[in-house]
C-alpha cells in the first residue's frame, strides 16, 4: 500500500522532469542544427517559475477550469502508463483508458481557449482537432495491430510479453505498425513540421494567444507531460519497456533525440498537407501491419 | 392487472390532459406534468416483477397480451423518464404558441404507445401500439408546419413502408407458427429452415432498421429532428428511434435466439457480420457529415445516426460484453441525446435561432445549460466518469478481443470524429464572442433548466457508478442465456481485463485539486471583457468575430466531395419517378365521365372484335 502510495506520487513527478528536460534539450537541440549555441537546457524551469510570479489575464471560469482539466488530464494518464516497472494504476482499463484520458488533455485545451474569445484561438483549435483526427486514424490502426497480436488490453502484459520473448519494433508484423508509429509522432507532438496549430508567425501561437502567466506556464508543463506520454507510449508497445526507469529513460531518449532530428529540418505543413500526408504513408503501413497481425492470428 | 392499469393512465391520461386544457391552460399544464411523473412511479415501482397477462379476449380471434420482464422495464423507465422530463421542458417551450392542448396530447400519446410496445406480449398489439407511435410522432414532426411538413411527410412514408415489412412478416409467422404470442413463438422457431429464419430477420430488420435510422434507411431522420419542437426531438432522437433497438433486441434474441441468429451463414457473409458491417458504417459516415452541419439540431440528427450504429453494433455482434455494452449505450444515448436537445432547445428559445454561425459566447449568459452541454458532450464523446465512457470501453474491449480490429477501428475513429463536432457545436453556441444582438439574453427559465441538471446528474452518476444501471442490463442478458458478469458498483471485473471506474475517478479528482492548488498558489490574474484579445497589435472591430463559420473549413474542403447522401439523392429519385408515373395515368383517368365511357366502349368493342376474329369462347 505505501509502495503503490510512493509511485502514484512518484511517476508524475518523473514524468515532470523527463518532459520539461525534453522541452530543454528540443530547443538545445535544434538550435544546434540551425548553427546557433541555444539556450541552457533548464531554461524552460527559469521560464516557468518566473511565468508563475507574473500577472496574467484571464476570460472567465472555463478560461481558468479548461487549463487545469487539461492538465490534470495528462497527470491521471502518466499514472496508466508503466515508467519501466513503476505503474501504479495500469491495472484499471488497460490501453483504452489510456487512448481515452488522453482526450482531457486536448479537450481542457480547446475549452479554455474558447472562452479565450480569439479568433486566432478558434482557428488554431480547429487546426488542433483536424490534425488530431489526422494522426488518430493511423494511431488507432496501430492500437489496435499491437492489442490484436498479444490479444490484451492490458499495456501491462503488452510489456511483459516482450521482456520474455522480443520487442514488437522486431517482430515481423508489428515492425510496420512501429514504423508507422515512429512517422506520426511529431504530429502527436505537435512538433514540426506539425506545428500548424501553434504557428507563431500565422495565428500568433494559435491556441496559446491569450495565455500568460501561470495559464502559460501550465500550457508549459501540459505539453512538457504529453511530450513524456507519446514517447513513453511508443516504448512501452513497441522497445519492450524496460526493467528499470533508467533504460526507459535511454530507450525515450534515443526515440526522442532521433524525431526531433529527423524533423528539424522539415519546414511546416499546411494543414491539409499533413492530413494528406497523415492518411497515406504511416495510415497504409499501420493498415497493412494490421491486416497482417489478423491474418497471422486466424 | 397492474400492467393494464398503467396503460389505462397513460392513454387516460392523454385524453383527459386535452380536454381539461379546453378549460384552463394551467389545469392543463399541471395534470400532464402530474400524469407523466404518475407514470415514473408507476414503472418504478415494477421493477423486478414479471409476468404475462391477458387484456383483450378475441380481438380478431387473437388474444392480446401484455408482459413485464426486465428488459421491457429497462426500456419502459427510460420512456417513462425521457418522457416526462420532455413535458416538463415543454411548459414553457410551448407558452404562446398554436394549438398546445393538442400538443400535449399528442406528447403524451407517444410516450403511451411507445409504453405499449415494449409492454406488449404479442405482436398484434405490439403493432397497434407500434402505429399509435408513428401516427402521433408524424403529427409532432409537423407541427410547426413549413418545412416541417416535408420532414414529416418524408418520416411516415419511411414509416408506413417499415410497417408493411413488419406486417408482412408477423403474417408469415401467423401462417407458420398458428401463434403470435411472442413467448409461444420463440421456442417453437427453432424447427424453422434456416432460409425462412433469414426472411424473418430480413423483414423484421427493415421494419426496426427504418426506425432505428440504420444506414441506409436513415434518410428521414435528419430532417424530423431538426425540424420537430426541441421537446419532442429529445424524445424523437432519445427514444422513439430506440423502439427499432427495442424491436432487433426482441427479434434477435427473444424471438430467434442468440443461436440461431449467429448461425446463419458463414464467415464474413453470415447475416450477423452483415449487421455488424452495417452498424460500423453507421457510425463512420453519418459522423463525418455532422461535422459539417451549421444547423445545431441538425448536427444532433446526425450525431444521432452515429451513435445508434454503436447500439446497432454492440446488438449484432452478439457477445455478452457487446450486448451489454450495447443496451447500455441505448440508456446513455437516450440520456445525453435528450439532454444536448434540450440544451440547445433552450438556446433556440432564448436566442430564436439555432444557427451555428451566428451564435457564440452564452456561457456567461446560460451558465446552468452550459455546463448541461459540456456534460452531454462528454457523454457523448465517451469521455472517462461519464457513463458514455463505461458503454463503449465494452463494446471495444469485446471486438478486440474477439478478432474483429477493424470493427473496433471504425468504432473508435467515429469517437474521433465525435469530438470534433460536439466541440464545434458547444464551442459555436456558447464559448467565443457573444455577438452585439445576443447581449441582453437571459438564463433559461426554469422548467427548461431542471430537465438539464437531472440529466447531467444522472449522466455523471452513472458514470461514476456504473453498476446501477449494469446491474438490471447484466440480468436482461442473462435472461436471454448469457453467463452473468460480474458487476460490481464501481464497473466490471473479469479475467479479460478489469474496469474500475473508482480508480479514475479518484486519480482525476485529486490531479484536478493539485493543479487547481498551484493554480491557486501562482500570481493572480485579472478578469478582462472579451473585446479585449491579443491581435499582434491589429484591433479586431466588434461583431467581426466570424471564425466560428465553416469551424472545420480545411476538412470541410477535403472530405465534401466524398459526403454526398447519394443514399437520400436515390430515394428521391424513385419518389420522382413514381410521380412521374402517377402523372402519366393521370393522362387516361382524367376525371371525366365522358371520357372512361369511350374507354369502356372502346374495350367492348375489342372484345367484340376478338369474338368475331377468333371465336375463343
Known sequence: MVAKVIKIILSPILALIVGVFFLGLARKIMARIHWRYGPPLIQPVIDMIKLFYQKSVSHGRMFDLGIILSLAGSIVVVLFLPFGRICPLSSSGGL???????????????????????????????????????????????????????????????????????????????????????????????????????????????????????????????????????????????????????????????????????????????????????????????????????AIRS | MSLELLLIIAFGGALLTYLVGKVSYKGRNFLAVAISLALVAFVACLYGKTGEETFYYGFLGFNLVL?????????????AVVGALSIIFSLSYIRGKEKTDFYFLMMLLVNAAMLGIVLAGDLISFYIFWEIMSWSAFLLISYNRGPALAAGMKYIIMSIIGSVCFLVGMLSLYVSFDTLNISQIAPVITSASSGYILFILTVFGIAFGIKNAVLPFHTWLPDAHSEA????????????????????????????????????GRGLFSFHSMLCLLGAVTIIIPTFIAMLQTDAKRLLAWSTVGQAGYIILGIAFGTNL?????????????????????????????????????????????????????VG?????????????????????????????????????????????????????????????????????????????????????????PGIPLKVINAISTSFGFESLNVGLWGITSETGALNTVNIFAAVLVAAALVWLVFHLAAKSVSVPQEDSYAAGAHIPKDKYHYTAEFYNPLHRMIKPFLRDVINEFYYWIASCVRRLS??????????????????????????????????W
Not at chain 2, 424524445?235 to 441468429?261: A, P, R
Request: some cysteine.
Open chain 1, 96 to 294: 483504452l483508458v489510456i487512448l481515452y484520458m488522453m482526450l482531457l488533455a486536448p479537450l481542457g485545451t480547446a475549452l479554455s481557449g474558447g472562452q479565450g474569445a480569439n479568433p486566432n484561438i478558434s482557428i488554431g483549435i480547429s487546426r488542433k482537432l483536424i490534425l488530431s483526427l489526422g494522426y488518430e486514424v493511423p494511431l488507432l490502426l496501430v492500437l489496435l495491430a499491437v492489442m490484436t497480436h498479444y490479444k490484451t488490453i492490458s499495456i501491462m502484459e503488452v510489456v511483459s510479453v516482450q521482456q520474455s520473448t522480443s520487442w514488437s519494433i522486431i517482430s515481423f508484423p508489428l515492425f510496420l505498425s512501429g514504423l508507422s508509429y515512429f512517422l506520426i509522432l511529431p504530429a502527436i507532438l505537435g512538433i514540426r513540421p506539425f506545428d500548424v496549430s501553434s504557428a507563431p508567425q500565422e495565428v500568433s501561437s494559435g491556441i496559446m494567444a491569450e495565455y500568460g502567466g501561470k495559464y502559460l506556464a501550465l500550457a508549459t508543463i501540459e505539453h512538457a507531460f504529453v511530450l513524456f506520454i507519446s514517447t513513453a507510449l511508443f516504448v512501452n508497445l513497441f522497445l519492450g519497456g524496460a526493467a528499470n526507469p533508467v533504460i526507459f529513460f535511454v530507450k525515450m531518449l534515443v526515440v526522442f533525440v532521433l524525431g526531433l532530428c529527423i524533423n528539424a529540418v522539415f519546414p511546416r505543413f499546411r494543414i491539409e498537407q499533413a492530413i494528406k500526408y497523415l492518411w497515406k504513408w504511416p495510415t497504409l503501413l499501420a493498415f497493412l501491419g494490421l491486416i497482417i497481425t489478423l
Open chain 2, 229 to 264: 419542437p426541441a421537446p419532442f426531438s429529445a424524445v424523437l432522437s432519445g427514444i422513439l428511434i430506440k423502439m427499432g433497438t427495442y424491436g432487433f433486441l426482441l427479434v434477435l434474441y427473444v424471438i430467434v435466439g442468440l443461436k440461431l441468429f449467429l448461425g446463419l
Open chain 2, 583 to 616: 402523372d402519366s395515368v393521370r393522362h387516361v383517368y382524367t376525371g371525366d365521365v365522358g371520357h372512361y365511357v369511350i374507354y369502356i366502349i372502346l374495350f367492348l368493342a375489342f372484345l367484340i372484335f376478338v369474338q368475331v376474329k377468333w371465336k375463343p
Open chain 2, 377 to 465: 458532450i462528454c457523454a457523448l464523446i465517451g469521455v472517462p466518469l461519464t457513463s458514455g465512457f463505461v458503454s463503449k470501453w465494452l463494446i471495444y474491449k469485446t471486438l478486440i478481443l474477439e478478432g474483429s480490429p477493424f470493427l473496433a477501428f471504425f468504432a473508435l475513429a467515429g469517437t474521433w470524429g465525435t469530438i470534433l463536432y460536439s466541440y464545434k457545436l458547444i464551442h459555436n453556441v456558447f464559448l467565443g464572442q457573444l455577438p452585439e444582438k445576443h447581449k441582453t439574453v437571459e438564463k433559461a427559465p426554469f422548467s427548461m433548466q431542471l430537465p438539464v441538471v437531472v440529466l447531467s446528474v444522472a449522466i455523471l452518476l452513472f458514470g461514476i457508478l
Open chain 2, 67 to 79: 408482459r413485464l420482464n426486465m428488459l421491457s422495464w429497462f426500456f419502459a423507465i427510460t420512456i
Open chain 2, 322 to 374: 457487446a450486448l451489454v455494452g450495447g443496451i447500455f449505450h441505448f440508456f446513455n444515448h437516450a440520456l445525453f441525446k435528450a439532454l444536448l436537445f434540450f440544451a440547445v432547445g433552450a438556446v433556440e428559445f432564448r436566442t430564436q435561432t439555432r444557427d451555428l454561425d451566428s451564435l457564440g459566447g452564452l456561457a456567461k449568459k446560460m451558465p446552468v445549460v452550459f455546463i448541461g452541454t459540456l
